[in-house]
């Protein structure tokens, strides 16, 4: 790879289709344009031509859009070409451009890889960008599009700002301490300020949670003893066979996964294998499996069978809040042993299941509250935010230091910043980032 290279791609997803995409970036994206199209249509005005091979064959008529840097996605000349959706019609485009010298095909995330490299997105902004396409909820989409808009950035960069102007002040009192005009002590200009920026980081940090759940979905663990339901609760709540129902008991001999869309939130559905004594070794790990899974999850949907007793947080050995749901009420009279459940369900009737969805409802609003906007929601993100914070608490906490190493501490929460952000010493990150884009973005 060089920095000469011009990289192309369909960047418009599966074919056939409607239209097809194809972007052209890097120094040469001009003249294929002209070699294609006869000529250079006007900057950022969408324009009909008739595009033709190298040997004057026509291919199709294209919608062209010329993006000359920097004012383009990767910040170089670029050229989106607007096709017919079909697979000859694109393999012959993509063809005739790599005819053209020091063209080649795009990797997985490259165009993104350049507009970080020529700074037209910095790294958060690019997760948001990669978060935004895979998002499938309401609430990912808001979420994702608050970072890859750039207001998460915007925080992280005021932040990096009262640091600079902290260490300004700190470097103009050993520097320039017989000076009239340095206006007081450093002391009573920055340390009260950077408090309030320690308890802001802190609750940021605390926001991290909650980031995490909406990204990558509420976790929702179904358990209970054979034959309790668990599997036929699966399936109703993805109203499809998600997992094989019989009447013989240990069916589910591993953890069956289903996705839902509750209110924009994704949820995590998580059917186990019956809890029990077993001498069989593969239900026992079937069980194993089960039981480790539950701290992982953000809520437990305990299930047994009206009359029997559910289990509670204690027998399961959690700390994770707990619902407990009595099933078969279609086979059940109603009985005072009725109340020991918290919801009564029938997979059968449906009875009940709309009063365990506004149960889950109100277990995600209890964990993640209202809050949506400028989060961290990688655990990259986090981590740097606590060296962010780590160094802040100790530049206020070293009181007996020296200013010098206090003003070092409030550096290195800088430079934590920059790797948040991706302007320093992120290069072993960045192949791992881009990879997970598709190729064409």
């Known amino acids: 790879m060089t920095e000469r290279d011009t990289i192309f791609a369909l960047s418009s997803g599966g074919l056939p289709s409607g239209v097809a995409v194809i972007r052209v970036s890097g120094p040469a994206s001009l003249d294929v344009c002209h070699e294609l199209a ?215 001999r591993d953890i069956i996964q289903c996705d839902l869309d509750i209110d924009g939130y994704a949820v995590q559905l998580y059917d186990t294998a019956g809890l029990r004594e077993t001498a069989d070794a593969i239900e026992l790990e079937g069980i194993r499996r089960a039981t480790s899974l539950l701290e992982q999850c953000n809520l437990v949907l305990s299930l047994c069978e009206i009359g029997q007793r559910p289990m509670d947080a204690a027998d399961l050995n959690i700390s994770v809040p707990l619902l407990s749901v009595g099933t078969k009420s279609d086979a059940h009279a109603a009985t005072s042993e009725s109340c020991s459940y918290d919801v009564i369900i029938s997979t059968m009737t449906s009875s009940g299941l709309d009063t365990l969805l506004d149960a889950l409802r109100r277990a995600i609003v209890t964990d993640v509250g209202h809050l949506l906007g400028m989060l961290p929601a990688r655990l990259r993100q986090a981590e740097h935010v606590r060296d962010v914070y780590a160094s802040v608490d100790q530049a206020l906490n070293g009181e007996e230091f020296a200013l010098e190493v206090r003003a070092e501490y409030l550096r290195t929460a800088g430079d934590a910043i920059g790797r948040l952000t991706g302007r320093i010493d992120v290069e072993t990150l960045l192949g791992s980032i881009f990879s997970e884009f598709c190729v064409g973005k």
């Open 38 to 252: 006869g000529s250079i249509p006007r900057d950022r005005v969408a324009t009909l031509k008739t595009i033709r091979s190298r040997d004057g064959l026509p291919i199709d008529q294209a919608l062209i859009l010329v993006f000359r840097a920097p004012r383009s996605f990767t910040g170089e000349d670029s050229v989106e070409f607007q096709v017919h959706g079909g697979k000859a019609v694109v393999r012959a485009l993509l063809a005739a451009i790599s005819e053209y010298p020091g063209c080649r095909m795009a990797e997985a995330g490259e165009f993104s890889r350049r507009a970080f490299e020529n700074g037209k997105l910095d790294l958060v902004e690019i997760e948001g960008l990669s978060d935004l396409i895979t998002a499938e909820t309401e609430m990912q989409r808001r979420l994702a599009l608050e970072q890859s808009g750039g207001h998460l950035s915007e925080l992280y960069s005021a932040w990096r700002a009262q640091l600079i102007r902290s260490r300004a002040l700190i470097e103009a009192e050993l520097d320039f301490s017989d000076e009239g005009d340095i206006p007081g002590s450093v002391s009573d200009q920055i340390w009260d300020e950077l408090k309030g920026l320690r308890a802001e980081i802190a609750r940021h940090l605390g926001q991290f949670r909650v980031g995490e759940i909406i990204r990558d979905g509420f976790k929702v663990a179904i358990i209970g003893p054979p034959n309790a339901g668990k599997s036929s609760l699966l399936n109703a709540l993805a109203r499809r066979d998600v997992a094989i129902v019989t009447e013989h008991a240990g069916t589910t």
